[in-house]
């Protein structure tokens, strides 16, 4: 990690507009940062003096407290905005609340939002690096990034694999975050999903689509089981959820369908007993604790890069 003041991005938005160059840069920083939270103490001073605000207008757990984490691994200070306890009650602006933690003396904010592109419109008014932890059903960049640090520390590269993302892709921001970085690292990704979860229009999007799950599942070295988004009316969509269940969850009996040393993937909360059996959620070959350890991880690799950073290691 020799390179220092500046980056490679401004912020971090979309995995859209990603090149490869770029993702391989920011994994391979992932893994080194691996390696550091595994010492006996986890930490680097390379964002010392800096201070980072996580911006939360959405619940989130594993989201929140894994920037905080990466933040302090880096020896950054953090803030936290929490939605429910703050002044928009009050009716305060996301302008005015963006502008008023950055006069706090903030070096970059991780935003996750309800609406669909808030972390651009915060892009433009602040003078930070701004980092999309989620915005409505749109992106989740860092997500991705995790996601294919953990398929690549399993099976060496992406190139060639081929993924099935299963589930509510239409309201899914994972789906569309993870499709792009997917594709870009070389595999083939395949979205799978009863007809109204699935987009109205994927032209443009490196995928091919089916409503078959059974039809694909022994071919696939990766299951990404997505979570039926209830509160974007994700279950009004399809008869029932043992319906949902019977088409496309990752029963015990599918699981067993399933190549040798495939693997099941979910970026959690997971609705267990739904799009995931409780038997199949536990076993080694879902590594969905492993894509949360390495969320730390890939979200160092991002701070450090949107701050320039330095490591001395
Ligand atoms: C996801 C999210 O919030 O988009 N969770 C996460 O960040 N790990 C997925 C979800 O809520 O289902």
Redesign the pocket.
Known sequence: MDRGGGGIMNHLLTTEDLDRATLEELLADADEFSEVLNRPIPKVPALRGKTIATMFF?P?T??KMSFDKAAKALSADTMAFSASTSSLSKGESLKDTALTVRAMGVDLMVV?HGATGAPWRLAEWLDIPIVN??DGAHQ?PT?ALLDCLTIKQRFGSLDGLRIAIVGDIKH???ARSDIFAMATLGAEVILVGPPTLLPLDTEGWPVKTTTDLDGVLETVDVVYL??V?LERGGGSVFPSLPEYTARYGMTNERFSRLKDDAIVMH???MNRGVEIAHEVADDHRALILAQVTNGVAARMAVLFHLLGGESNE
């Open positions: 959405e989130s594993r989201t996750r932890a989620g989740h997500q899914s921001r994972v997505l979570r988004q970026p959690g909360p």
